[in-house]
């Protein structure tokens, strides 16, 4: 049984917007920050955005503060992002994460498990 689902990606023109959702354990939802991360091939996982389960405190890349957010609904052991206003430059394959707590988007090395990732794609 996988620890993370994620789902909500697809295709979208520039300007477009998508919600990925991840569904957790309730034991890593619970435990862990909650973060998405997001890949281009040939370069390494870059964190996007994060939330502490517990207290709801959210942090954000500089690259996508104000277009992204990120959400939690803690009955269906969720995280959600919201990405409005994408980008080309968003374009890369998302992954849902479950980190150690650090008052930041965390980095790969501070990360406990991975979801399987979702592809988002925005053409210009």
């Known amino acids: 049984q996988e620890d993370m689902v994620e789902s909500g990606g697809g295709s979208v023109q520039a300007g477009g917007s998508l919600r990925l959702s991840c569904v957790a354990s309730a034991y890593t939802y619970r435990r862990y920050c909650m973060a998405w991360f997001r890949q281009v091939p040939g370069k390494e996982h870059e964190g996007v955005a994060s939330i502490y389960t517990l207290g709801g405190s959210t942090y954000y890349a500089d690259s996508v503060e104000g277009r992204f957010t990120i959400s939690q609904d803690n009955a269906k052991n969720t995280v959600y992002l919201q990405m409005n206003s994408l980008k080309p430059e968003d374009t890369a394959m998302y992954y849902c994460?479950?980190?150690?707590?650090?008052?930041?988007?965390?980095?790969?090395?501070?990360?406990?498990?991975w979801g399987q990732g979702t592809q988002v794609t925005v053409s210009s």
């Open positions: 994460a479950a980190a150690y707590y650090v008052a930041r988007v965390p980095r790969m090395s501070e990360v406990g498990a």
